[in-house]
């Protein structure tokens, strides 16, 4: 953005903005929009959202006195502006980026941000509790404010939340963001009702009125006069909670967004802010998936797919279009999405369930006891497994290895390559007895890694010349590339090396287990948690089966793992090929030594 700000530069926080006139508020409007435009486009994150906030969150902070009240932004993508007004002009030119701001609330950053998780459907549960916990303090005069979108209210904890804010007596203002969508168009009985409510056509008591809750509106979120007025009623009423129902464009303000029909520029990534478009790049393991189960639809009419609101983020825009008879968008209802399926899949079709590998772990008491306990064949495929990048702590998909390991006849691939995405695709869907799950990272698919041999399912990709058996490294997915660089390395200061993907990770593969007995150390590498995954599911079978070899895991640390770029935050957990490569050479070297042959012709095959 070029000249200088007249109204925003002067917003250092909330107090500098509830000082300024009414009549200054369109034009500060207008120069954050234009603000958010500029500094999004050249970092990439939430755009659409928040330009279809900026009067909202104008208002709220006119209207409420954070941090003594308790704003709560559901998921957080619509977080931005709340930034903006709170002081925080300067830092976006570090969105997103390692060691800067983060693209959702951040205690670390500022007082005024509360909730940091960007898992949707949580704020009103969470105003229910600090309201609570005001009351029982006696603090009658802060008050609770949650600000949800009418795609995170899809959510069921949502309504378990509205169910209780409705007989309690805090100080609770609802205000209910309601754009018709999330990525795509709001679904379901609820999105009817409220276009009945944003039309004027309902007549008698809506569902929230019903449910013990004060309603207002719907009110233009765009006119901030308006809002204003609402959230000042709502926030003086002391009688009980208070639902404000504020309609917003999504992507207002911007023409490229306002376009755009898949998604109104939820999510970006680098684009040129004049055109609206991005940098071409190597396709993404998404679209290539999306591609491979329209074939796999084509020869199975059985299959059937589901998604929780996020059609075109899990590539299931293609199939979709070619069978739309056989895709099930549920709302943001992971809960709901893993036990539909189970019912579909008891009724004789094979549902795969398209996820981030993040929101499963939303549904991870449904995968075991109404998919797994029943035997169904239900397929997880989950997206952005590992580590995401700029998105942060919480969306990191490093749990699902470690959760998913848990669950009885629960068969896990991943593919190290596109050629072995389509195999395992193809494999998922043709097994009969139990649930499988197939993952992938957020990134660009790259070039084929072709197998040496394949030993019981498990692909040898490398197996260094005339040395010894000395370090057996079991690669996972994509991690498999730095593995075989690994293995040149260490095979150039003789040290013998095979590499293996099993391709089915969990359970662990019995012929897995024989070579590692035919080597003198093992070293597993995953990017999930180090602790409950792969390389602990191996070790223990090696363990019972009495393998001498140690077994090391190469993973993530137990932690919340901040933003930054994917292979930066890889290679801090060790798992360049370097790094590989060294952790290898320090186990080998530990290691007490034994005679061991040098080809694998023991193997069972």
């Not at 059985?302 to 059609?311: E, G, I, N, P």
């Not at 797994?372 to 590992?386: E, K, P």
Request: aromatic share 4%.
């Amino acid at each position: 953005m070029t000249g200088q700000l007249s109204l925003l530069g002067g917003i250092t926080g909330p107090d500098r903005l509830k000082a300024l006139n009414p009549g200054d508020l369109p034009a500060l409007a207008a120069e954050i929009r234009q603000f958010l435009i500029d500094r999004v486009c050249r970092s990439g994150g939430h755009l659409g959202p928040n330009l279809g906030v900026v009067e909202l969150t104008i208002a709220l902070h006119r209207v409420f006195d954070s941090p003594a009240d308790r704003l709560v932004f559901d998921t957080g993508h619509q977080a931005y502006v709340h930034k903006i007004l709170t002081g925080r002009q300067q830092g976006f030119d570090t969105l997103r980026a390692e060691g800067g701001m983060s693209g959702y609330p951040s205690r670390a950053e500022s007082e005024h941000d509360l909730v940091e998780s960007s898992h949707a459907s949580s704020s009103l549960s969470w105003a229910d509790g600090l309201a609570k916990a005001l009351r029982l303090r006696g603090d009658h005069d802060r008050r609770v404010v949650a600000v949800i979108g009418d795609g995170a209210l899809t959510g069921g904890m949502a309504w378990e939340a509205l169910n209780n804010l409705g007989t309690g007596n805090g100080r609770v203002v609802v205000v209910l963001n309601d754009n018709g969508r999330s990525y795509d168009p709001t679904v379901g009985g609820l999105a009817e009702h409220l276009r009945a409510l944003r039309e004027g056509t309902h007549e008698g008591p809506n569902l929230f009125q019903d449910l013990g809750l004060t309603y207002l509106g719907p009110v233009d979120g765009h006119d901030t006069a308006a809002t204003e007025a609402a959230l000042r009623a709502a926030g003086a009423d002391e009688t009980g909670p208070v639902l404000v129902h504020c309609v917003t464009e999504k992507g207002r303000g911007y023409p490229h967004a306002e376009n755009d029909e898949a998604d109104r520029m939820h999510g970006i990534g680098v684009l040129d802010p004049e055109t609206g478009k991005a940098p071409g790049g190597a396709r993404s393991w998404t679209s290539v998936f999306g591609q491979e189960l329209v074939s796999v639809g084509e020869a199975n009419q059985d299959v059937v797919a589901l998604t929780a609101a996020m059609l075109r983020p899990v590539g299931l825009h293609g199939f979709a279009t070619r069978f739309p008879e056989r895709v099930f968008d549920v709302g943001i209802a992971e809960q709901h999405a893993v036990t539909s399926a189970a019912g579909l899949a008891d009724g004789g079709l094979h549902p795969v369930v398209c996820l981030y590998a993040t929101f499963l772990n939303r549904a991870v008491d449904q995968v075991m006891m109404d998919v797994a306990l029943h035997r169904l064949a239900v397929t997880f495929v989950l997206d952005r497994a590992g580590v995401t990048g700029p998105d942060g702590a919480s969306h990191h998909g490093m749990w699902d290895l470690a959760l998913l390991a848990t669950v009885p006849g629960m068969r896990v691939a991943a593919p190290r390559d596109t050629v072995q995405l389509a195999a395992l695709l193809r494999e998922a869907v043709a097994m009969t007895d139990g649930p499988t799950a197939l993952r992938f990272p957020k990134a660009g698919a790259g070039a084929e890694i072709p197998a040496l041999s394949r030993i019981d399912g498990l692909d040898v990709l490398h197996r260094s010349k005339s040395l010894p058996l000395d370090v057996l490294i079991v690669s996972s997915g994509v991690l498999a590339a730095p593995a075989v660089l690994a293995a040149e390395l260490l095979a150039a200061q003789g040290v013998g090396v095979t590499v293996v993907d099993p391709r089915w990770l969990l359970p662990v593969n019995p012929t897995l287990v024989h070579l590692a007995s035919r080597h003198r150390t093992v070293l597993t590498l995953e990017d999930g948690v180090r602790t409950g995954g792969v390389g602990s599911a191996l070790a223990s079978a090696c363990a019972e089966a009495g393998v001498p070899a140690p077994v090391r895991t190469l993973g993530l640390p137990d932690e919340f793992l901040d933003h930054g770029p994917r292979g930066g935050i890889l290679d801090k957990a060790g798992l360049s090929a370097a790094a590989i490569a060294d952790t290898a050479l320090a186990q080998h070297t530990s290691a007490t030594p034994k005679a061991l042959p040098v080809g694998l012709e023991g193997a069972p095959r």
